[in-house]
C-alpha cells in the first residue's frame, strides 16, 4: 500500500512540474503587435524578474495595449491564476498518503498563506477598477500595501519549506511553484508602483 501511495505521490509530482513547465511555455509564445510588445518588454525592464514578467504578459499584448493602468491590473489577474493553480495542486498533495505530518502540515499552511494572497491580490484588483482621478493616490495607496502584504505571506508559505520539514521531491516541486507566485507578485507589486509614480 505504502508502494502504491509513492507511485501516487510520484505521478502528481511530474504532473505538477509538467503543468508549470506548460504555463512557462505558453507564456513564451510570441506575441503580435510590435509596438506594444516593446511597451511591455520596456515596462517588465523595471522589475526584479524582467523575464518572466515579459514571458508573462506578452500573451496579453492585445489586451494591455500600451497602457500601464492594464498591464499592472494584468499583472495581478495573471498572479491571482497562477497562484490558484498552485494552492489546488497543493491542497491535493496534502491528502497523498506517505508524507508525514509535518510535510503534511507545511504544505496545508502554505495553501493558507496563498488562500490569503490571492484574497489581498482579488481585493487590489476590484479596487483598481474603482479608480477615479480624484481618489486615486488613496487607491493606489491602499493596493500597494494589499499586494505587498500578498508577497509576505508567499514568503511566509517559502519559509515553511525550509530545512528538513519536508522530502527533496516534493520540496523541490512546491517551493518552485511558490517562488514562481512569489516572483510574479513582486513583479506585479513593481509595475503598480511605475504606474502610480506617473500619477505623482
Not at 94 to 122: F, K, N, W, Y
Not at 174 to 190: C, D, I
Request: proline share 2%.
Amino acid at each position: 500500500m505504502e508502494r502504491f501511495s509513492s507511485h501516487i505521490l510520484a505521478a502528481l509530482l511530474f504532473l505538477f512540474v509538467f503543468t508549470t513547465s506548460m504555463d512557462s511555455a505558453s507564456a513564451a509564445r510570441p506575441a503580435a503587435g510590435g509596438t506594444n510588445t516593446e511597451f511591455i518588454r520596456t515596462s517588465c525592464s523595471a522589475t526584479t524578474y524582467p523575464r518572466l514578467c515579459y514571458t508573462s504578459l506578452s500573451t496579453h499584448v492585445a489586451a494591455i495595449r500600451q497602457d500601464p493602468k492594464l498591464l499592472a491590473h494584468t499583472a495581478l489577474s495573471v498572479t491571482v491564476d497562477t497562484a490558484l493553480s498552485t494552492s489546488s495542486v497543493m491542497g491535493k498533495l496534502s491528502h497523498i498518503r506517505g508524507m508525514t505530518r509535518r510535510e503534511v502540515g507545511a504544505m496545508r499552511d502554505c495553501v493558507e498563506q496563498l488562500s490569503d494572497s490571492v484574497d489581498q491580490l482579488r481585493r487590489s484588483i476590484a479596487e483598481m477598477n474603482e479608480i477615479k482621478g480624484s481618489n486615486f493616490g488613496m487607491i493606489m495607496s491602499d493596493v500597494q500595501t494589499w499586494v505587498s502584504a500578498a508577497l509576505t505571506d508567499e514568503e511566509t508559505c517559502m519559509e515553511g519549506f525550509a530545512g528538513k520539514v519536508m522530502n527533496g521531491n516534493v520540496k523541490t516541486a512546491v517551493r518552485e511553484r511558490v517562488v514562481n507566485v512569489a516572483h510574479l507578485t513582486s513583479n506585479a507589486l513593481a509595475l503598480i508602483n511605475s504606474y502610480a509614480a506617473l500619477h505623482n
